[in-house]
């Protein structure tokens, strides 16, 4: 019958059976197998419920492991052949009630799976643990009973210490105070794998193994020399045939009647594949599942002590982003991009070999190379060149032969200055440089360039409260008619009264809310008291005519469905008229525009509302798309005109806005410049035919109140 054929609990019953045929030569127990069979079905139960409950429960894990030690499974054998059984066969019959299971319902169950293993291990140590001290403790007692009976030759408590001695789990030794091995029980014998005789001819201090603490053997001469009573280490030996045996040992002093020193009693615990599996448990902890590289964690406890040194010790670290490899997840799939991260691996592997060196993997297609020494400023270049030399070479998957690129950003410098939160911030910030710069390339960090991309995401983060608790605030600047030097009107610029920068211009905070998406409330409460300031000038200012507010609108906010219909409500709201208001686009953001993207400025258009091309002339434009776009007015870039503000003018420039000028009235356009500076500079446009201007040669952005002040004065100085 096979599992998928068999109910629940005869499938429960298979994988008891299969368990307890695996543990049953190496369990110390007079019950026979089927007896034996018996006592782990249960066990086998709550290991299947473990599996298939909804919350994983490390706890049940460890009462199965330590259930084995309680069935006298003691022998570190049957913990390991209990592992690979539940490893083999735990999911194959207890993970089949899952209907119309998934791949990655099969992935959790072994994942589960796994994580009960380490349970059961964690349980059965610690049983075994509390065991071993039990008996350490009735030995103990029973050696201090028979110190009598060792001085005195035979005492009549000889029998019950023969018992414990050789009937305990745990391996015991006696010697004399030079070292000479008396006696040994079965259970060290056993952890030898040697005779009887093998162990007892040789003597203590030969015993030495490479990983002995220096503290190891001035305990032991301490002890012998009956300057102190015991001392308990964790010492590895040598067996016969090679291997390294793991132990807890206590040694004890023992003396005769007299109080005098006369034997030493050694307690060893076989901690061996305990302490082999740590080290797998510490492997996976540190190490990335996928490419075997090391993890973050690793790479920080790494770092961490590379930066902690002192003296000429300095530090360079690499810090790899590959370029467009979410493009091959998403066309080749993860499978793929799984692959190509382990060749890239691979390749990094192969760069950092010299002493000092290492290469991790932090998350994602994120990779880290490290290396120290007294001389990592060439050292930690050439790294980065390696790096870059062995991603060239096409990397074959699934028959494709992908080119693979990437980003680095570099940081170098010396130990002991840094953290390693402060080094890998800088250099995942000089890596994005990089890649902002066209990426296949590395840079080296600019504590300037840090700084202000520091200062930039602090902008980033604080924008959404800023606008909540009304940080931001609105400047106006006149827009003055050439011919008769009247107000026309006034452009809205929005500022930031930030609490640590002081008052921040729309550059250093614009580009930050545009990314974020912001820009949508932060442009909509910016029109609001826009359009609420032109209605008080009209009430206030009703002899000078009608004025006309200008509010910029950025690329986000064309594309947002909303635009036309809160730019009604507003204006209704407030009373406004739509030609009252003039909204200004870039050139830029119209270049290529489609009738999708043009339909709400023509629907803001035919409801009277005036659209102005902002910075014209810097988008490069074809000028026939002119006739095209809703707009009603030129805004003519600066650069045209700053040969204009010295007497006489630039010809060229001359020339230029003349036919600007003459193009846009043939058209019906009028035209607006901006950035004038000088009263000739404001001559010549007026005398080229120019409709409007704004610039500091009027008035520099002020609050409200100050719209008809102008001061007239050459800005240039």
């Not at 429960?12 to 190496?26: D, E, G, K, N, Q």
């Not at 030493?264 to 540190?286: H, K, S, V």
Request: aromatic share 6%; with cysteine; hydrophobic share 40%.
């Amino acid at each position: 019958m096979t599992a998928e054929a068999a109910g629940p609990e005869d499938r429960l019953r298979r994988f008891a059976t299969i368990w307890s045929r695996a543990v049953f030569p190496v369990t110390s127990t007079s019950l026979t197998r089927p007896e034996l069979e018996e006592q782990l079905l249960p066990l086998a139960r709550r290991l299947c419920d473990a599996l298939r409950a909804r919350a994983f429960d490390a706890a049940e894990g460890q009462a199965v492991g330590a259930a084995l030690v309680a069935a006298h499974c003691t022998d570190p054998e049957a913990l390991s052949r209990t592992l690979d059984c539940v490893d083999a066969y735990l999911v194959l019959y207890c993970g089949e009630d899952v209907p119309q299971e998934t791949q990655e319902t099969q992935e959790a169950l072994r994942t589960r799976s796994a994580r009960l293993q380490h349970a059961m291990a964690a349980g059965f140590a610690r049983a075994l643990r509390e065991r071993t001290l039990a008996e350490q403790e009735a030995i103990a007692q029973a050696a201090l009973n028979a110190r009598s009976t060792v001085a005195e030759a035979l005492h009549a408590s000889e029998a019950r210490f023969r018992a414990v001695f050789e009937g305990a789990a745990i391996g015991i030794g006696i010697a004399d105070l030079e070292g000479n091995i008396l006696q040994v029980n079965g259970a060290l014998l056993r952890m030898f794998g040697g005779s009887e005789q093998g162990v007892r001819g040789r003597r203590v201090p030969e015993w030495t193994h490479p990983e002995d603490g220096p503290q190891v053997w001035r305990l032991y001469e301490e002890l012998v020399r009956g300057e102190r009573e015991h001392y308990h280490v964790e010492k590895a030996f040598y067996r016969p045939d090679g291997t390294s045996l793991w132990t807890n040992l206590t040694v004890s002093l023992l003396r005769d009647a007299d109080g005098e020193p006369q034997y030493q009693l050694a307690l060893m615990e076989d901690t061996t594949e305990r302490r082999l599996l740590n080290l797998r448990l510490r492997y996976e902890a540190t190490h990335d599942a996928l490419t075997g590289l090391p993890n973050r964690t690793l790479f920080f406890e790494r770092l961490e002590k590379a930066l902690a040194v002192g003296g000429a010790q300095r530090f360079g670290l690499c810090y790899l982003d590959l370029d467009g490899f979410k493009t091959i997840n998403d066309s080749l799939g993860h499978a793929a991009g799984d692959r190509l991260l382990v060749e890239v691996a691979d390749r990094l592997q192969s760069c950092a070999t010299a002493p000092g060196e290492m290469v991790a993997r932090l998350g994602g297609d994120e990779f880290v190379a490290l290396t120290t020494g007294p001389d990592t400023e060439r050292e930690v270049d050439e790294l980065a060149g390696r790096i870059m030399n062995a991603l060239v070479t096409p990397i074959s998957i699934d028959g494709r032969e992908l080119t693979v690129r990437g980003s680095i950003g570099i940081v170098e410098g010396p130990a002991g200055e840094r953290g390693p939160a402060e080094v890998l911030r800088s250099a995942d910030i000089t890596m994005y440089r990089a890649k902002s710069a066209g990426g296949n390339r590395f840079e080296l960090a600019d504590p300037e360039a840090d700084a202000r991309a520091i200062t930039r995401h602090g902008l980033t983060t604080a924008l959404p409260a800023a606008l909540d608790r009304g940080e931001f605030f609105i400047e106006y600047q006149p827009l003055v008619h050439l011919g008769d030097g009247s107000v026309r009107g006034a452009e809205a610029l929005v500022r930031w009264l930030h609490p640590q920068h002081g008052v921040l211009g729309p550059d250093q905070f614009i580009p930050l809310a545009e990314h974020t998406g912001l820009i949508v409330p932060l442009g909509r409460w910016v029109l609001e008291q826009s359009v609420r300031q032109a209605r008080e000038w009209q009430e206030r200012h009703e002899a000078a005519g009608s004025l006309r507010i200008n509010v910029n609108l950025s690329p986000c906010q064309l594309t947002h469905p909303g635009l036309v219909q809160d730019t009604v409500d507003i204006l209704e709201r407030e009373g406004l008229d739509p030609d009252a208001l003039c909204l200004e686009v870039t050139e830029s953001a119209l270049i290529g525009a489609d009738d999708d993207l043009l339909k709400p400025l023509r629907r803001l258009a035919e409801m009277g509302v005036d659209i102005a091309l902002d910075d014209f002339g810097t988008g490069y434009s074809n000028l026939a798309n002119l006739r095209r776009l809703p707009v009603s007015i030129l805004k003519l870039d600066r650069s045209f005109t700053q040969g204009m503000q010295q007497f006489p003018a630039d010809p060229v420039d001359l020339k230029i806005v003349e036919g600007i000028v003459t193009l846009a009235h043939s058209l019906d356009l009028a035209v607006t410049v901006e950035g004038v500076e000088t009263g000739a500079q404001a001559e010549q446009l007026r005398i080229l035919g120019c409709d409007t201007a704004q610039g500091w040669y009027y008035a520099r952005p002020g609050p409200p109140e100050r719209l008809h002040e102008l001061a007239l004065v050459d800005a240039t100085g």
